[in-house]
């Protein structure tokens, strides 16, 4: 399965530059957030698999105008042939906003998820937009990771953990994907592409 991931800035290569064979052989496209909702509902209208999406620290507009024919896994375990996907959008809290928690808020919107986790044995890919504590995240408050998610690749080993929110532009440090455990982590700053 091919999935195309998408983060934090809008790729020219598939907006301004957009061809409908770009798409051609993807499966699944993914959204760790910050995107504009009309740019996830462009690329609905080309293409034919689900998009789906959590939202970021600065996606409080998605209220009022959600990203058309995408589906939004938001604190859900969410399953496409097969493949058993964990959303859980937002940054940890740095000022008021809809879209960000503290670390103890995360693991109370985990905790609410324990029987979903339960039935469907755990999730192959975790989806977020925030990273995990000490891993790939930044020193300030607002780009610090989340313990909770150190907590869920720890427990359920997930293949994947691929989130945005650290601009892969921050710094020349910043990677773009590797392995913590058995987990493959990736940055899915603007698009990449895995397979799964």
Same mark, same amino acid.
């Given at each position: 399965?091919?999935?195309? %991931?998408?983060?934090?800035?809008?790729?020219?290569?598939?907006?301004?530059?957009?061809?409908?064979?770009?798409?051609?052989?993807?499966?699944?496209?993914?959204?760790?957030?910050?995107?504009?909702?009309?740019?996830?509902?462009?690329?609905?209208?080309?293409?034919?698999?689900?998009?789906?999406? %959590?939202?970021?620290?600065?996606?409080?507009?998605?209220?009022?105008?959600?990203?058309?024919?995408?589906?939004?896994?938001?604190?859900? %375990?969410?399953?496409?042939?097969? %493949?058993?996907?964990?959303?859980?959008?937002?940054?940890?809290?740095?000022?008021?906003? =809809?879209?960000?928690?503290?670390?103890?808020?995360?693991? $109370?919107?985990?905790?609410?998820?324990?029987?979903?986790?339960? $039935?469907?044995?755990?999730?192959?890919?975790?989806?977020?937009?925030?990273?995990?504590?000490?891993?790939?995240?930044?020193?300030?408050?607002?780009?610090?990771?989340? =313990?909770?998610?150190?907590?869920?690749?720890? =427990?359920?080993?997930? $293949?994947?953990?691929?989130?945005?929110? #650290?601009?892969?532009?921050?710094?020349?440090?910043?990677?773009?994907?590797?392995?913590?455990?058995?987990?493959? #982590?990736?940055?899915?700053?603007? $698009?990449?592409? #895995?397979?799964?």
């Amino acid at each position: 399965m091919k999935i195309l %991931v998408l983060a934090d800035k809008e790729s020219l290569y598939l907006w301004d530059f957009f061809e409908k064979s770009k798409l051609e052989g993807i499966d699944l496209i993914l959204s760790c957030g910050d995107l504009h909702p009309h740019y996830l509902s462009f690329l609905a209208t080309f293409f034919q698999g689900p998009i789906l999406y %959590v939202r970021g620290n600065h996606d409080d507009c998605y209220e009022q105008t959600p990203p058309d024919g995408c589906i939004c896994i938001d604190g859900k %375990v969410y399953e496409h042939e097969g %493949v058993r996907i964990l959303g859980l959008g937002g940054s940890m809290r740095y000022k008021t906003g =809809k879209n960000q928690y503290t670390d103890r808020e995360m693991y $109370r919107r985990i905790r609410k998820l324990s029987f979903s986790l339960w $039935r469907k044995k755990g999730f192959d890919i975790l989806l977020t937009h925030s990273p995990a504590w000490q891993l790939g995240d930044g020193t300030d408050l607002p780009h610090t990771g989340f =313990k909770a998610f150190r907590y869920l690749l720890d =427990k359920y080993a997930p $293949r994947y953990f691929i989130h945005g929110h #650290i601009h892969l532009c921050y710094g020349a440090g910043i990677k773009r994907s590797y392995t913590y455990q058995s987990t493959t #982590i990736v940055n899915a700053y603007e $698009r990449y592409l #895995i397979e799964l």
